[in-house]
């Protein structure tokens, strides 16, 4: 007789919970349709009707002369006003299914938001210079884009650098009073940097060897700073102004063809030394932070000191390094104030242009590019103050001028969405 053996059917795995979907975020849709909303109303629906606004395109040195385009003002507004609307209802759709938009949105509805706004700023005015607004915009991003660059460097090993506006200015100040001993605006462009890495070195003193508070550091260092120049210049650059403090600006160097492209031609290639300097340091950074060894360490350090220590990376002595080669490219960012400006020093001549870069660092998501992006957006707000102030548009002066801090706030709160700065930033590193 033979006994029946029954294999006991395997247990049933356990099912895996289902990882709970992220909180639906409206921050950007809302902001979206409320900019359409007021661009709709005030460039479209209440001005009158009638009057035309007149884009000029060409400079005198372009290979061919583009006709500038007039269109009716209350038809162009209105027009781009509808497709900014538009653009905010894909936002709000992709938002409730969950589903990514590129960074196209974005641009398309700034840029559409920023015309309607030109056609009823130029309304009936004298013809707005589009080329020279543009290269004006690039221009006047120079420092930001600088700043910017600096803040990804040392906050990317963990060191939070405050002192950028610190450091844009002393770069300024070495480098007009060196422009003014050698009569080369080229000496001073090298010695900005200089400055700005005395400033670095300073930072990292005390925030990695002492374990000092790295915003309080910051902020100290940008009194300091403010203090020792307006000290030197009431004492010294305006006792003797045509030896310490002359203007010595560096010349615009036109690329030979590419500069007379129509429009992309003047604002890419009709620009001082430091602009293409600019353009070669953004393009390196973002090559070696994210395709490089170096990259690679950099980030670590920022990310998890403790696990790059572990694989032999010396977390101090590479936040030291890096932070004073971000505090030499602030620096060299400052050289715009003086050299490429063609301005003479002056007190606190760097107006806050510092924390302005902060923004567009943390508005580009510690990328260089993004960092990029958002500086000349900034400048471009900028710029824009003076053009339509040329123009005569009917805007006062006052919210004029309030403008580029205005997108700082509202780029910062309400366009980034949720941002994750480096996780061991501002955290001392104690082996």
Same mark, same amino acid.
């Given at each position: 007789?033979s006994?029946?053996?029954?294999?006991?059917?395997?247990?049933?795995?356990?099912? &895996?919970?289902?990882?709970?979907?992220?909180?639906?975020?409206?921050?950007?849709?809302?902001?979206?349709?409320?900019? %359409?909303?007021?661009?709709?109303?005030?460039f479209?629906?209440?001005?009158?009707?009638?009057?035309?606004?007149?884009?000029?395109?060409?400079?005198?040195?372009?290979?061919?002369?583009?006709?500038?385009?007039?269109?009716?003002?209350?038809?162009?507004?209105?027009?781009?006003?509808?497709?900014?609307l538009?653009?905010a209802?894909?936002?709000?759709?992709?938002?409730?299914?969950?589903?990514?938009?590129?960074v196209?949105?974005?641009?398309?509805?700034?840029?559409?938001?920023?015309?309607?706004?030109?056609?009823?700023?130029?309304?009936?005015?004298?013809?707005?210079?589009?080329?020279?607004?543009?290269?004006?915009?690039?221009?006047?991003?120079?420092?930001?884009?600088?700043?910017?660059?600096?803040?990804?460097?040392c906050? &990317?090993?963990?060191?939070i650098?405050?002192?950028?506006e610190?450091?844009l200015l002393?770069?300024?100040?070495?480098?007009?009073?060196?422009?003014?001993?050698?009569?080369?605006?080229?000496?001073?462009?090298?010695?900005?940097?200089?400055?700005?890495?005395?400033?670095?070195?300073?930072?990292?003193?005390?925030?990695?060897?002492?374990?000092?508070?790295?915003?309080?550091?910051?902020?100290?260092?940008?009194?300091?700073?403010?203090?020792?120049?307006?000290?030197?210049?009431?004492?010294?650059?305006?006792?003797?102004?045509?030896?310490?403090?002359?203007?010595?600006?560096?010349?615009?160097?036109?690329?030979?063809?590419?500069?007379?492209?129509?429009?992309?031609?003047?604002?890419?290639?009709?620009?001082?030394?430091?602009?293409?300097?600019?353009?070669?340091?953004?393009?390196?950074?973002?090559?070696?932070?994210?395709?490089?060894?170096?990259?690679?360490?950099?980030?670590?350090v920022?990310?998890?000191?403790?696990?790059?220590?572990?694989?032999?990376?010396?977390?101090?002595?590479?936040?030291?390094?890096?932070?004073?080669?971000?505090?030499?490219?602030?620096?060299?960012? %400052?050289?715009?104030?003086?050299?490429?400006a063609?301005?003479a020093?002056?007190?606190?001549?760097?107006g806050?242009?510092?924390?302005?870069?902060?923004a567009?660092?943390?508005?580009?998501?510690?990328?260089?590019?993004?960092?990029?992006?958002?500086?000349?957006?900034?400048?471009?707000?900028?710029?824009?103050?003076?053009?339509? %102030?040329i $123009?005569?548009?009917?805007?006062?002066?006052?919210?004029?001028?309030?403008?580029p801090?205005?997108?700082?706030?509202?780029?910062?709160? +309400?366009?980034v969405?949720? $941002? &994750?700065?480096?996780?061991?930033? +501002?955290?001392?590193?104690?082996?």
């Open positions: 007789m006994t029946a053996t029954t294999t006991p059917a395997p247990a049933a795995a356990p099912e &895996r919970a289902a990882k709970p979907l992220p909180p639906i975020s409206w921050k950007a849709p809302v902001a979206y349709a409320v900019i %359409g909303l007021l661009s709709l109303v005030f479209a629906l209440l001005p009158a009707g009638g009057q035309q606004t007149t884009f000029r395109l060409s400079t005198a040195n372009d290979f061919f002369q583009i006709e500038p385009i007039t269109v009716s003002s209350t038809g162009a507004s209105l027009f781009l006003s509808i497709l900014a538009l653009l209802g894909l936002s709000f759709w992709a938002a409730r299914d969950r589903r990514k938009v590129g196209w949105l974005p641009i398309v509805f700034g840029v559409a938001v920023v015309f309607a706004f030109l056609s009823w700023a130029g309304a009936g005015k004298s013809a707005i210079p589009l080329t020279g607004l543009l290269q004006g915009s690039l221009f006047l991003a120079v420092p930001l884009v600088f700043g910017a660059l600096s803040g990804v460097l906050e &990317r090993v963990g060191i650098n405050i002192a950028i610190g450091q002393a770069g300024a100040f070495l480098a007009a009073v060196v422009a003014s001993l050698t009569s080369s605006a080229y000496a001073g462009l090298i010695a900005a940097p200089i400055a700005g890495a005395l400033v670095g070195v300073l930072l990292v003193i005390f925030s990695v060897k002492y374990w000092v508070n790295q915003i309080i550091v910051g902020v100290v260092l940008n009194v300091l700073v403010v203090g020792v120049t307006s000290y030197l210049y009431s004492t010294v650059l305006t006792e003797d102004p045509g030896t310490w403090n002359t203007r010595t600006p560096l010349p615009v160097i036109e690329i030979p063809v590419l500069s007379q492209i129509p429009v992309v031609g003047p604002v890419l290639f009709r620009q001082t030394l430091l602009v293409y300097i600019m353009y070669v340091v953004v393009i390196l950074l973002q090559v070696f932070l994210f395709r490089s060894r170096w990259g690679l360490r950099l980030r670590a920022g990310e998890h000191p403790k696990a790059a220590d572990t694989v032999g990376i010396k977390v101090n002595a590479t936040r030291v390094r890096n932070t004073i080669l971000g505090g030499a490219v602030a620096g060299l960012g %400052g050289a715009f104030f003086t050299v490429a063609g301005l020093f002056g007190k606190e001549m760097t806050g242009k510092g924390f302005i870069a902060l567009a660092m943390i508005l580009g998501r510690w990328n260089p590019v993004g960092a990029l992006v958002a500086a000349l957006l900034f400048g471009f707000s900028d710029n824009l103050q003076t053009v339509l %102030g $123009v005569g548009t009917p805007i006062p002066s006052q919210i004029m001028l309030m403008t801090y205005v997108v700082t706030i509202f780029a910062v709160a +309400g366009l969405g949720r $941002v &994750r700065p480096p996780a061991a930033e +501002g955290i001392p590193y104690v082996k």
